[in-house]
């Protein structure tokens, strides 16, 4: 049924999804693109008739996809139980059972969400456990967006959890836009992490920063309407920049990420040409093209809206939503403009 739909998807690089262009950018390690060998496997299947194969030679379908290289979890933090219910959008900040008597060094981590379908994001804060009123605190070390994976990090690089710091998870959950149920489950998607053997420390330490716009208003009828925002670095040397995780909603048509100062002009950390709100990745950058960190760096972010009819979301009755007037905030016909950069500095050298 689909065959045919199949080539000019993978050809075009839609399939499978990796929205963000690195042609004139830093260039991205997790990339996730078929390779000139695979792509010729296609065009060889389509030259061929679109063969079945041998199906005494078929791969069970995968439910979950494998973490590679890292095995299972070595931690598993759980977040109290949240009893969904019916036509519901809201956020909820539940603390969590995590007990650090000790510190722990994550090399890699992710949010694996249980009830997929209605969780829309999931912010992981550190410290005082509490969830801010944005959930965008410096104390924010990982969120959990649509299409987000597993963020592992190079060898010889680990974040900090620290002894007696509590951790809270900022659930956005969203029943109003899947299919009704009889009856809705009570979520408790758990953070994973990876982490370092006990008494062993890292070359590097990882700290995030998030970057981000408030003043956003999107009158209706807007086309290409561009908000920019700007923040300095906090890194200071020996500190290099690795990555950053790019966030808008449902009327985000473009974003783009620049570095200056510091012996950088306009360097392009990332840009999405087609924002895609159902495939938001964290773009790390190859670690030949880490970008070492100095006084006067600034990133410049810009988010471009569009907010017609053609550019609306579906709604829980399959139908586009009706354009509204815009503004900032979390809910998911509100809008962001977001952007946390990863950098890693030597152990011991200082906080940021």
């Known amino acids: 049924m689909y065959k045919a739909a199949i080539i000019p998807a993978v050809m075009a690089h839609r399939m499978p999804p990796w929205p963000a262009d690195d042609t004139n950018c830093v260039k991205h390690a997790n990339k996730q693109r078929l390779t000139d060998e695979q792509l010729a496997l296609f065009t060889k299947w389509q030259a061929d008739g679109f063969q ?93 967006r649509p299409g987000s994976r597993t963020v592992k990090f190079e060898d010889g690089d680990a974040l900090l959890l620290k002894a007696g710091q509590r951790i809270a998870i900022q659930f956005h959950f969203n029943t109003r836009g899947a299919k009704p149920a009889d009856s809705y489950p009570k979520d408790q998607s758990p953070l994973r992490l990876w982490t370092l053997p006990k008494g062993e420390t890292p070359m590097r330490q990882i700290h995030r920063q998030p970057v981000h716009a408030l003043n956003i208003t999107i009158p209706v009828g807007a086309k290409d309407q561009s908000v920019r925002t700007s923040a300095s670095i906090e890194a200071r040397a020996p500190a290099e920049i690795i990555g950053i995780s790019p966030h808008m909603h449902l009327l985000g048509q473009r974003f783009k990420s620049t570095l200056s100062g510091g012996g950088q002009n306009g360097t392009c950390l990332a840009e999405i040409p087609d924002w895609e709100e159902g495939w938001q990745i964290d773009y790390l950058f190859k670690p030949s093209e880490y970008i070492k960190a100095a006084a006067g760096m600034s990133v410049a972010q810009e988010c471009v809206y569009s907010n017609g009819p053609e550019d609306q979301g579906i709604g829980p009755d399959g139908k586009k939503y009706t354009p509204q007037l815009t503004t900032f905030g979390e809910d998911t016909r509100q809008e962001m403009c977001l952007g946390y950069i990863w950098y890693r500095q030597p152990y011991g050298a200082g906080a940021r």
């Not at 290289?69 to 809201?90: C, K």
């Open 52 to 144: 079945q194969g041998d199906p005494a030679e078929f791969a069970p379908l995968v439910e979950e996809t494998p973490v590679v290289d890292l095995g299972e979890p070595d931690l598993i933090v759980t977040p109290q139980a949240y009893q969904l219910g019916p036509n519901y959008e809201g956020y909820q900040c539940m603390q969590t059972d995590a007990n650090l008597t000790e510190d722990v060094w994550v090399r890699a981590l992710d949010v694996q969400p249980q009830h997929a379908e209605y969780v829309h994001h999931a912010i992981v804060n550190v410290g005082g456990g509490n969830c801010d009123a944005l959930g965008i605190s410096a104390e924010n070390i990982y969120s959990y």
